[in-house]
Every structure is written in structure tokens, then in C-alpha cells.
């Protein structure tokens, strides 16, 4: 058994085993109890791995049997389950290729050895050329790369190649899944499909009551008031008159024919069927006059009394038909039916999209979402009125298919957080790195390869060990060598690097930065030839108490940034003294962890959760967490300060207004206590008028919170006040309330109990 599964135990996969049985149990939704069924045999097999020893929870190559290269299935907390992301059944184009082969079946081995056949070779020649594929997995890239390298001459590295990937060609799928178009470059991005919109739209589902009652309001209640109005010739104040007017009975035989017309097409709404109802008995009398027996008969006394009883109850409670009073009740009820159901307008916005492809963005969206026309206002019923917008929450479905440059997706709305922002960034970045390698189908066979390889889930990984890279891909390897970075393309990455994590803090300045995002913009650097120690957020349920070299090179240029500054001075930090520092300490622990876990004062030997989030911390208060990198020496532009300093801050109030009556406050103060400590950096790069300014700014701004929010901000303002005027937080002269905003905490979070 792997040493890492040791540390790692099966309490955490038991907990969401436990959770998915209960939900596959008592969900009244039979589509969420079936997914939950399904993460629950996930979650047995990776008890099961852990258990029998075929999987190392805990290890880069967690799979028995499997390189560090392949791409684990791995389910949440980073814990992979036993299978590779592209093993599996069949897929269609797996199948597809080996009917059109007249291959048995579509066994692996077999299709690997037929796109190594010379008709196999130009099958894979087509789709480089052509640009005409997706790869899903970063697997499905290695074949099309042993093509390109056979066209390019390099016979020697596709044979080393395919000798590589053969002994796994009976389990992993090794060739991409033809498309229609080409992929679009990462100019513009879409957060969702066309495909994906489709799925939301048909989810929604038509709720059988509003139906109903729009079904009683358009079509029974006119039908009542002609019904009515018809024994209204006949019968008044209760007296059914014995003369009845020319063609009565002719229009009441039409009204009975009208009804069944009716009864049969419009089949929600079954008042009208209840004998009881006035409706009912107006329609039973009528059925009762004009009955064919040969010869006419006047009503039983029974049922002329219900009449007179129903006709007296419809006119008291509503009006006759056409006075004031009841055209307004009926005016009302009109334009509630003529109200679109949000199951209307899925299938209408569904009809827009007609034959748009499932796998493609939108350029533009506002010709799904235009106002109804006449024409489709008749095709969803009766009644609805046409030139109405599409609602808001409705337009959102279909926007976020829009493609555009990811800045408008940000301006629009479309992208709401900066972990949304870190799963598109990839597809730009995958163009970016692509432009070192000068062969057109090569910097499209690449950028693919990119893209599939951004969607791999991080490992749960102990013992400082690092995420599988992108260069340890075999196929990525072997076209090495064809890489030539230019001036061109080194600008490119710079620009595309600063421009990313200038748009990120502008759009989401109170939310550190993402794993995800902190990953791409490490590669792009790498890109760039920029040396940049970005610190990913590490778990605190598995902190094993230390730190990698590289958060104490991020101190060490946190300090050129921040030496002496607000920053430095609210947090007291010795950036002096971080310079000292080497990174060699003992066997387990650096001096910048000794040194992290001296600040949190978290004695030596204590595990548990929240004193690893208060080392944690204090980790990402000296390093910034990537933000001092991005003014250098990625070279962001600090202009915008202020106003950054301030957007921070409101995002401190509206997480901190969350916090009062909630029964689970900790995780909200903690994202809190971070947008403060970026406000507080943002704060720290500006002049001192500009921080007086932004000071006076947070003030008023914390003055029109609710009042629980305005104790709770109180000490954190002071103290930033008191070392704004030249205090700090450790001298004996700090106001007794005032409190250096912090996230974690061991013993209960003061704001809490304010």
C-alpha cells in the first residue's frame, strides 16, 4: 500500500457515501435520486479501492496499473476513483469508426491498430487538416499526433510515441471525436453550448396548476358568460319566462356543440364537468330543454330550480355580462391568462433555435430572446398577448451561450464569479500557448490538447507533491522539439497575462484568486519566460504542516512590493526579517512554515482543522496570495487602487451582512476576512491622500449597513484607522476595540458573538 494512503483515511468518502444514500433514498426528484445513485456506487468504489489497495489516495499516480499521465476519473475532494476519464463504454465515434472500418465490434485494441493502417493514417491526416475534431480527454490527442509526426518525417518519435500509449490501447481511447466545424479560436468564448441551453429549456416542465387556471380564465369563463347570457333571455330575477326569444333554441343547440368542441380539445380544467358547479347546471339544463324526445318538454321543477339558483348566484357574484363590473373582473382575469408560463416561453425560445448546432456559442442572443410576435403569441394558446419581453431570468438561460471576448461575458453578466471566469480562461490560453508551434494543424492540434487538459480535476495530493503538468503528456513530448517561441509569441503571453488577472480583480476584487485561475496564469507566465512564484490556496483538512519553496520566493517579492507599507504595518509583518529567511529548515518543517505557525500562534503538534487554517493564513497574508506578483513582476498596472480598494470593501459588507442569523457562519466570515485583506493590498498601493480617501469612503459605506453589520465592522475599520494614522495593531497604544481582521480562528470567531 501506498505510504500516502495511510494519512489519507475512508472517513471523508464514507461522509458523502452516506449523503448520496440518503438523497438516492428520500429525493422526491427521480432524476436527482438517480444521480445520486450513481455518486453512490462512485463513492463505494473508491471506499473499496482504498480498501483493497488498488487505489493511493494521496499519490500522483493513484491508480494501480496506471502513469501519472493518464487522466484519472476524480470525484469531489479530489479523490480519484479507480477509472481513467477515457476508458469507459464505447463511445459513438468510437463506433462509428469501427462500423465504417468493418471492425468487430468496437473493441480498442483493434480501432488503435486500425489508425496506425494507411487508411487509419489518412482518416487522422483529414481531421488535421481540416481542424474538423474535438479532443475531450487529452488521450483522444495522442494518435493524431503520431499522424502528424509520420507527415512531418520524425518516424523515430511517433514509433517511440505509439510504443508508449500501446500497452494501454485496450482500455483508453486514443483518437478525437470528429466535429462538424472547427473549434473557435480563443478570441471568444462561451460559458455554455447551444446543446447546454437546449437541456435547461427542456428541464423546465409545465406546472399543471397555472396551466389549469389559464386553461379556466381564457377558454371556461367566456364559454360561462355566453352560457349565461343566454338563459338571461329567458330568466329574470328568478322567473324563467314563458315566451322565449326568436332563434333561442337554434343558438343554445350551437353553444351545446361549442361546448363539446371544447371539452374535448381544452382537457386541464374539469370544473365545468362537476355537477354541482353553476357552469355545470346552466349546461345540464340546456342539455335537458333541447333534448330530441320527438316532441318539446318543459324543465323538471328540480332542475328549474337549480337554474334560477345558479343564474341568481353567477350575476350576484360577478355582474351580468357586459355591465361595468364584470368587464373589469373579466379585463383582469384576460391579462392574467395572457401572461406567458415560463414552460411557454422555454419551448418558444426552444422553436428560436430551430436547427442552431448543439456544439456551438451564440454570436449574438438577442434575436432568441426579441419580444413575441402576433404569430407565436396564437401557437402557445388562447389569450396570450403578443410584443412582451422575454424575462429576464428566462434571457440569462440563452445568454450564456453568448460567444464573445471574455471581457463582455464579464460586463454582461454572463460570467458571475471568478471560479467561472478560471474554467473559460483555459480556452484562451490553450490559443496563447499554441502560438510558439508554427504549423498551422500542429498549433490547432495543441491548443486542443490544451484545452482538454484545463478540464483535468486536481488529485488530492500529500507530501508537498505537485499536479501532474502538461509537459508529462507523452504525445506533448514528442512535438517538443517543434516548439519555437518567438518575440511575437512571448509578447503574447505577457499581454494575455496581464490582461486576465487585470479583468479578474476588476470584475471580482473581493474573491481571491481560483486554483484554476492561478494555474492558468502560471502558464501563461511559464509562456512569457516570467519567473512568478503563484501560491495556490491549499486544503486545510490535509495542511501536513509545511510549505513548498516557493511560498517563501512569494514572501520574499510580497516584501519588494510591500516593505513599510499600509499592508505591512496593519498585518505586522517584518518583511526584513522574511528576507533572512532561507528555505532549508527541518525534515518537516521550514523556517517559513516555523514561521507562519509562530504568527498564528498554533503551538507545534497540533493538527486539527482550524489551526491549519490559521497557518494557512498567515501564509497567504505574507505572500498576498499572488497579489503582489501580479504588480511584480508580472507588471500589472496599480492605477486603479482606489477604486479597487473600495469594490473590495463592499464585497467585506455585503459578506459580513450575512453573517447575523446564520447558523453556519464561519465559512462566510473567513471569505470576508480575505476580500478585507484585499481591499486592505489594493489600499497599500495607493498614495496617502488616495488611502485617507478610501478610508473616509469604507467609513461611509459601513455607516448604511444594517446595524448588526455596523458592530460587526466597527473594530475592523478602527484598526485600520488607528495604523492608517501611524499605530500599529501590536502597540499597547491600539483602541481596546479595535481588531486586525482575521479569517480562522481556533477558539470561536469574535465576530460571532457581536
Keep these: 500500500m501506498d505510504e500516502n494512503q495511510v494519512f489519507i483515511d475512508t472517513g471523508y468518502p464514507a461522509a458523502q457515501l452516506a449523503k448520496a444514500f440518503t438523497t438516492a433514498r428520500h429525493h422526491e426528484d427521480a432524476a436527482t435520486r438517480e444521480a445520486a445513485a450513481q455518486r453512490l456506487r462512485t463513492w463505494r468504489d473508491v471506499i473499496a479501492g482504498m480498501s483493497d489497495g488498488t487505489l493511493a489516495v494521496g499519490s500522483r499516480t493513484p491508480v494501480a496499473g496506471l502513469p501519472a499521465w493518464v487522466t484519472p476519473e476524480v470525484v469531489r475532494g479530489g479523490f480519484a476513483t479507480g477509472d481513467a476519464a477515457a476508458g469507459g463504454p464505447p463511445t459513438a465515434h468510437e463506433l462509428a469508426t469501427a462500423r465504417q472500418a468493418r471492425l468487430p465490434g468496437a473493441d480498442r485494441a483493434a480501432l488503435f491498430r486500425h489508425h496506425l493502417t494507411d487508411a487509419g493514417l489518412a482518416e487522422l491526416d483529414a481531421l488535421l487538416d481540416s481542424g474538423h475534431y474535438e479532443v475531450d480527454v487529452p488521450e483522444e490527442a495522442a494518435l493524431l499526433t503520431v499522424a502528424w509526426l509520420l507527415r512531418s518525417g520524425d518516424r523515430l518519435a511517433a514509433l517511440t510515441l505509439v510504443d508508449e500509449i500501446r500497452p494501454f490501447a485496450d482500455r483508453l481511447r486514443f483518437a478525437p471525436r470528429p466535429t462538424d466545424t472547427r473549434a473557435p479560436d480563443g478570441s471568444v468564448v462561451h460559458r455554455e453550448t447551444v446543446g447546454d441551453v437546449r437541456a435547461a429549456l427542456r428541464a423546465r416542465r409545465p406546472q399543471a396548476a397555472v396551466a389549469a387556471m389559464n386553461e379556466a380564465l381564457a377558454v371556461w369563463n367566456p364559454f360561462a358568460d355566453r352560457l349565461l347570457e343566454h338563459w338571461l333571455e329567458t330568466v329574470s330575477d328568478g322567473v324563467v319566462a314563458r315566451v322565449e326569444p326568436d332563434g333561442w333554441r337554434e343558438r343554445g343547440r350551437e353553444l351545446l356543440a361549442r361546448y363539446r368542441v371544447l371539452a374535448s380539445t381544452h382537457t386541464l380544467c374539469t370544473k365545468h364537468r362537476k355537477p354541482k358547479e353553476n357552469v355545470a347546471i346552466l349546461r345540464s339544463a340546456l342539455e335537458e330543454l333541447l333534448a330530441d324526445t320527438g316532441r318539446p318538454r318543459p324543465l323538471s321543477p328540480r332542475t328549474l330550480g337549480r337554474l334560477r339558483h345558479a343564474v341568481d348566484a353567477m350575476v350576484a357574484r360577478r355582474g351580468r355580462p357586459g355591465s361595468a363590473r364584470h368587464g373589469e373582473l373579466r379585463a383582469r382575469q384576460a391579462a392574467d391568462a395572457a401572461r406567458v408560463t415560463w414552460y411557454e416561453l422555454a419551448q418558444l425560445l426552444l422553436a428560436r433555435l430551430g436547427e442552431t448546432p448543439d456544439a456551438v456559442g451564440l454570436p449574438a442572443t438577442d434575436w432568441v430572446v426579441a419580444p413575441l410576435t402576433r404569430d407565436e403569441a396564437d401557437s402557445l394558446r388562447p389569450g396570450v398577448a403578443a410584443g412582451g419581453g422575454i424575462p429576464d431570468a428566462m434571457a440569462r438561460v440563452v445568454l450564456r451561450a453568448l460567444s464573445a471576448p471574455v471581457a463582455t461575458l464579464v460586463e454582461r453578466g454572463v460570467i458571475p464569479s471568478a471560479e467561472v471566469l478560471a474554467d473559460l480562461v483555459p480556452r484562451l490560453v490553450a490559443s496563447t500557448t499554441a502560438l510558439d508551434y508554427h504549423d498551422e494543424a ?305 477558539d470561536g470567531h469574535w465576530m460571532r458573538r457581536v
Excluded at 542 to 562: C, E, N, P, Q, Y
Excluded at 650 to 663: I, K, S, T, W
Excluded at 737 to 746: C, D, N, P, Q, Y
Aim: hydrophobic share 45%; net charge positive.
Design 442 to 746: 500542429l498549433r490547432t492540434l495543441v491548443a486542443a490538447t490544451y484545452r482538454a487538459f484545463a478540464n483535468r480535476r486536481s488529485l488530492l495530493l500529500v507530501n508537498l507533491q505537485h499536479q501532474v503538468g502538461i509537459d508529462e503528456l507523452p504525445w506533448l513530448r514528442a512535438v517538443r522539439p517543434y516548439r519555437r517561441p518567438t518575440g511575437d509569441s512571448l509578447g503574447h503571453a505577457r499581454t494575455a497575462l496581464v490582461e486576465i488577472a487585470a479583468l479578474t480583480l476588476r470584475a471580482f476584487p473581493a474573491t481571491i484568486l481560483p486554483n484554476p485561475m492561478i494555474r492558468q496564469l502560471g502558464t501563461l507566465a511559464r509562456q512569457a519566460r516570467i519567473d512568478v512564484p503563484f501560491t495556490e490556496e491549499l486544503a486545510a483538512d490535509i495542511f501536513m504542516g509545511t510549505f513548498s519553496d516557493k511560498f517563501l520566493r512569494a514572501a520574499h517579492g510580497a516584501a519588494d512590493v510591500l516593505e513599510g507599507s499600509l499592508y505591512a504595518r496593519y498585518y505586522g509583518i517584518d518583511y526584513a526579517a522574511i528576507r533572512a529567511l532561507g528555505s532549508r529548515g527541518t525534515s518537516s518543517v521550514t523556517p517559513f512554515a516555523a514561521l507562519c505557525r509562530e504568527r498564528a500562534g498554533v503551538p507545534r503538534g497540533g493538527s486539527w482543522v482550524a489551526a491549519n487554517g490559521t497557518v494557512i493564513e498567515q501564509a497567504q497574508i505574507l505572500t498576498t496570495h499572488n497579489l503582489a506578483a501580479l504588480v511584480h513582476p508580472v507588471g500589472m498596472d496599480a492605477g486603479g487602487a482606489p477604486d479597487l480598494a473600495r469594490a473590495a470593501f463592499a464585497g467585506v459588507c455585503r459578506l459580513v451582512r450575512q453573517v447575523d442569523g446564520n447558523p453556519r457562519p464561519l465559512g462566510t466570515i473567513k471569505d470576508a476576512a480575505y476580500a478585507w485583506r484585499q481591499a486592505v493590498f489594493f489600499m497599500a498601493l495607493c498614495g496617502l491622500e488616495d488611502q485617507i480617501t478610501v478610508m473616509a469612503a469604507m467609513q461611509d459605506h459601513a455607516r448604511r449597513q444594517p446595524d448588526h453589520a455596523v458592530r460587526r465592522l466597527s473594530p475592523v475599520l478602527t484598526g485600520l484607522r488607528h495604523v492608517l494614522a501611524g499605530g500599529g495593531l501590536d502597540d499597547g497604544d491600539a483602541p481596546a476595540h479595535a481588531r486586525r481582521f482575521l479569517g480562522w480562528s481556533t
